[in-house]
């Protein structure tokens, strides 16, 4: 199904102060969202370790050059609310006899939580399916980290993964006939999702963190002026989450999130939008640090949208055709952990039922999106994909 070319990643790309070209500068595994869990990707410290430091070294966390509480600090660090807007950077202090101190590079501004920090509070990819009888069904997943030997000297820090339990989290969702989730709307950290009922009222359903639902609230009125509404994560670089949403002309409409449940004025943000029968909103699935918008045509070719992280777009990217076979198309944060990874994943199942993943993959200094296999069948249960 064709593949498109994508940006370094985020965790290559440092916005403080640039370390000499001889200098170990240490990675940061992890998204900078609220929910994510940040720590060290590569370590080469193994002739450093010690009873209290078993992998050769101590994390130091900072927010914006500053350091963090004590009861902070470690070697993850959870992003919380209270990040939101702060750089995070870390320094490594191994505990060899003469001890060595890293600098790492410094994060974009940390954001409300998205999508890809899933349900349970522990920032992993995980899917919510709506099923045709209106059940909420969530697979959670669970990530351990292993520091995995890479050549004399150096480990990388890997997270195997498994599925949890699925579970049923809410019934009664088929009064709405559109469902999505915007990440965290209200502010409090955890990811939220929005529905529409058929008189055009907008509701929000709070998580929990838990994979559960705080009590719900009207959040909108008139949105049944709207053919497609997706949550894109923040649009237009303010560090809170975003709607958009396409009117049957083919209108694209942005509707800022305040940061607490709310909204600022709407505005237009793109035309022509009716030629596509699915709009996806895929989260950062390039890597620089922005969300990105997929979009399928009639004609089963399929398009990536990437945003300029202030409101509007660069140029489009045709990704392949043959995605009219799948009935859904979505995007759950990146299906693996690793060192260098920090782009969404995009995932589809056909008429059939069959679930496919689509990875963003290096090679040779370049990304893109390939089939990475079949993760599970019998997925035509489902509506949508939240």
């Known amino acids: 199904m064709g593949s498109v ?12 102060s640039t370390p000499q070209a001889s200098e170990f500068v240490p990675p940061i595994v992890g998204l900078p969202y609220v929910g994510s869990e940040l720590t060290l990707g590569i370590a080469q410290f193994q002739k450093c370790k010690t009873e209290d430091a078993p992998n050769g070294f101590v994390l130091e966390w900072l927010s914006n050059g500053d350091p963090l509480p004590a009861e902070r600090q470690g070697e993850f660090l959870k992003l919380i609310p209270e990040d939101r807007g702060n750089r995070i950077s870390m320094v490594v202090h191994t505990t060899c006899e003469t001890p060595k101190v890293f600098h790492s590079r410094e994060t974009p501004p940390i954001e409300a939580s998205n999508r890809a920090m899933g349900w349970t509070g522990r920032g992993n990819f995980e899917l919510l399916g709506r099923t045709n009888d209106g059940d909420l069904v969530l697979y959670p997943r669970t990530y351990e980290p ?6 004399p000297g150096t480990e990388l820090l890997q997270f195997p ?22 990440g965290d709307f209200d502010g409090d950290g955890n990811n939220d999702v929005l529905g529409r009922d058929a008189t055009g009222n907008l509701h929000l359903y709070p998580g929990d963190g838990d994979g559960g639902w705080l009590p719900p609230k009207q959040v909108g009125s008139g949105w049944n002026i709207f053919d497609s ?3 894109p994560g923040d649009f237009n670089g303010d560090g809170i989450n975003d709607v958009l949403a396409r009117d049957r002309s083919g209108n694209l409409h942005l509707y800022p999130g305040d940061g607490t449940g709310g909204w600022l004025a709407p505005s237009r943000v793109g035309s022509g939008w009716q030629i596509f029968d699915k709009i996806i909103a895929a989260g950062d699935s390039t890597g620089d640090g922005t969300p990105d918008i997929f979009a399928r045509d009639r004609s089963g070719f399929l398009y990536q949208y990437p945003t300029n992280g202030h409101g509007g777009w660069n140029p489009p ?18 299906y693996t952990k690793a060192y260098n990874t920090s782009r969404n994943d995009l995932i589809a199942y056909n008429h059939d039922g069959d679930l496919f993943l689509y990875a963003n993959i290096g090679v040779d200094g370049d990304y893109s999106l390939f089939n990475q296999g079949q993760p599970g069948t019998g997925w035509d249960i489902f509506k949508d994909l939240i």
């Open 146 to 151: 292993k520091w995995i030997y890479w050549g």
């Open 161 to 182: 993964s498994s599925w949890d339990e699925p579970r049923v989290v809410g019934t009664g969702w088929n009064i709405f006939d559109i469902v999505f989730s915007p």
């Open 229 to 231: 509404i997706v949550g």
């Open 317 to 334: 990217l045709w990704v392949g055709h043959g995605w009219g076979e799948m009935t859904e198309i979505s995007s759950a944060g990146p």
């Open 5 to 16: 070319g994508v940006a370094p990643s985020i965790a290559d790309e440092g916005t403080g």
